[in-house]
T-cell receptor
């Protein structure tokens, strides 16, 4: 069943701006992952943050995790047209399976 | 490059006509997953194999079956596709189930006419 919920559902920004999206979940987790999906393609893993971590960086990506609020955020800095995609958070609980949210669709305008 | 390959990328089948989707991996990963993703929705796990052990999700319809003849290959069989089975089917792999990212193939888009 779906565990995460992303907010907003859709986001449109100008190239060079930052994009922030949020994910909330319901039950305790082992880790939380973010994936990107270009239109009509498979998912690409972006970053994994463990339940005992609060912040993680990877290139232009910054992920935070607040387990007390059961929420995570993904920040993409200095966005590019190639960042146009859907972004999904996925939680991993004790059953070790990924449970995806419905995603945030990001459009970066040139 | 090590990767997850899905064939075909697009599949059209008739209502009720059995169809098989194929996934192969060169990553030598222990776990292979099949997800169903309908338009603008989250991917939904159908089942997974840990080595030869098959694990079906409780809400996966009986119409969906899977085979994993060896480490590299995994198949999704839909015995009698209905219009509601039209979706993108994603195959993924991971080295283990604990604390590891999953590697996804490009997906097979299934159309049922």
């Amino acid at each position: 069943s779906q565990q995460g919920e992303e907010d907003p559902q859709a986001l449109s920004i100008q190239e060079g701006e930052n994009a922030t999206m949020n994910c909330s979940y319901k039950t305790s987790i082992n880790n939380l992952q973010w994936y990107r999906q270009n239109s009509g393609r498979g998912l690409v893993h972006l970053i994994l943050i463990r339940s005992n971590e609060r912040e993680k960086h990877s290139g232009r990506l910054r992920v935070t995790l607040d387990t007390s609020k059961k929420s995570s955020s993904l920040l993409i800095t200095a966005s590019r047209a190639a960042d146009t995609a859907s972004y999904f958070c996925a939680t991993v609980s004790n059953d070790y399976k990924l449970s995806f949210g419905a995603g945030t669709t990001v459009t970066v305008r040139a | 490059d090590a990767m997850v390959i899905q064939n075909p990328r697009y599949q059209v089948t008739q209502f009720g006509k059995p169809v098989t989707l194929s996934c192969s991996q060169t990553l030598n990963h222990n776990v292979m997953y099949w997800y169903q993703q309908k338009s603008s929705q989250a991917p939904k796990l159908l089942f997974h194999y840990y080595d030869k052990d098959f694990n079906n999700e409780a809400d996966t319809p009986d119409n969906f079956q899977s085979r994993r003849p060896n480490t590299s290959f995994c198949f999704l069989d839909i015995r009698s596709p209905g219009l509601g089975d039209a979706a993108m089917y994603l195959c993924a792999t991971s080295r283990l189930m604990t604390d590891y990212e999953q590697y996804f193939g490009p997906g097979t888009r299934l159309t049922v006419t």
